[in-house]
């Protein structure tokens, strides 16, 4: 029997599955207001877990013009409207960041913004997805994930002076492609 990956632990799923789960934190930040009119026309009303939620104001922190400004007081409303407890107001930080307050090992973590795989740096499987998506969640609480395939790299021999880990990562990506194998 093979070992699992990491993956396939998280999930509980052999490779090439398709699964629905419940994310244990969903992220989303300034693109809140346009999430919740997505919700609102998949008939949301009330979110599935304001538990799952974690939401952010850093990107136009601080606002520079009133639509902004009027951007940031609709999310608050939507923050408060929904019970969302897990809300950081501009200045409080970069949402990324603040993950690093709430991600734990093992949590299936997803977020409107294509840094969130950052997450993963927490032992946690760590996905962006799209505002349609974070909508879908917010009205059922859950998503649906591909096991994906995994290849193994190993690396042998010492790095250069001035050689470092992104510089190896980029190399990777450079042979076999930015979509993988």
């Known amino acids: 029997m093979l070992a699992k990956t990491f993956v396939e632990k998280i999930l509980g799923a052999e490779t090439g599955s398709i699964v629905f789960r419940k994310p244990d934190i969903v992220l989303t930040h300034d693109n809140t ?4 009119k997505t919700f609102q026309k998949m008939d949301g009303r009330k979110v599935a877990d304001p538990d799952q939620m ?5 990107h136009n922190a601080p606002p520079t013009s009133a639509k902004l ?4 007081q609709t999310i608050r ?6 019970g969302i407890k897990r809300f950081y107001d501009a200045s409080k930080g970069i949402c990324h960041q603040i993950m690093s307050y709430h991600a734990k090992p093992g949590m299936i973590i997803v977020g409107s913004d294509s840094h969130t795989c950052t997450a993963g740096a927490f032992n946690t499987l760590a996905a962006g997805i799209d505002r349609t998506e974070s909508a879908g969640i917010w009205k059922r609480g859950e998503t649906w994930f591909r096991v994906p395939e995994s290849i193994k790299i190993t690396l042998h021999g010492k790095l250069k002076e001035g050689v470092y880990a992104k510089d190896i990562s980029l190399w990777i990506i450079g042979k076999i492609g930015s979509a993988g194998a």
Not at 69 to 72: L, M, S
Not at 77 to 82: L, S
């Open 33 to 36: 207001a346009s999430i919740y």
């Open 54 to 58: 974690l939401v952010v104001l850093d």
């Open 77 to 82: 409303d939507i923050v408060k409207e929904q």
């Open 69 to 72: 400004a009027t951007q940031y």
